[in-house]
C-alpha cells in the first residue's frame, strides 16, 4: 500500500508510489485480458447468485403461505 502524504492539518492527502515518480506501473496487455476474463466470471458468478437467491425467496414465500392458511382443512382440500 502507498503512503498517505499531505501536511499536519490533513487537508490535502495523496497517494504516493514508494519510489517517489509519481506514476504507477504499467500493466501488460496480458494482464489486462486477464483481468477482463477473471471480470467476466465474477458477473456470471454474481448473476447465478441472484437468481439462486430470487427463487429461494419465491419458495419461501410459498411456504410460508402454505402454512399461515388459515381456512378450515376441509376448504383447502374441496376447492
Same mark, same amino acid.
Do not use: C
Given at each position: 500500500?502507498? !503512503?498517505?502524504?499531505?501536511?499536519?492539518?490533513?487537508?490535502?492527502?495523496?497517494?504516493? !508510489?514508494?519510489?517517489?515518480?509519481?506514476?504507477? !506501473?504499467?500493466? #501488460?496487455?496480458?494482464?489486462? &485480458?486477464?483481468?477482463?476474463?477473471?471480470?467476466?466470471?465474477? &458477473?456470471?458468478?454474481i448473476r447465478d =447468485?441472484? #437468481?439462486?437467491?430470487? *427463487? &429461494?425467496? &419465491?419458495?419461501?414465500?410459498? =411456504?410460508?403461505? =402454505?402454512?399461515?392458511? %388459515?381456512? !378450515?382443512?376441509? *376448504?383447502?382440500?374441496? %376447492?
Open positions: 500500500m502507498f !503512503p498517505l502524504t499531505g501536511d499536519s492539518t490533513g487537508t490535502m492527502k495523496q497517494l504516493v !508510489p514508494p519510489d517517489g515518480a509519481g506514476a504507477y !506501473p504499467a500493466i #501488460s496487455p496480458g494482464e489486462v &485480458e486477464g483481468l477482463r476474463a477473471l471480470l467476466a466470471e465474477r &458477473e456470471v458468478t =447468485l441472484r #437468481s439462486r437467491l430470487d *427463487r &429461494e425467496v &419465491e419458495e419461501r414465500r410459498h =411456504l410460508i403461505a =402454505l402454512l399461515t392458511d %388459515r381456512r !378450515p382443512w376441509w *376448504r383447502r382440500w374441496f %376447492r
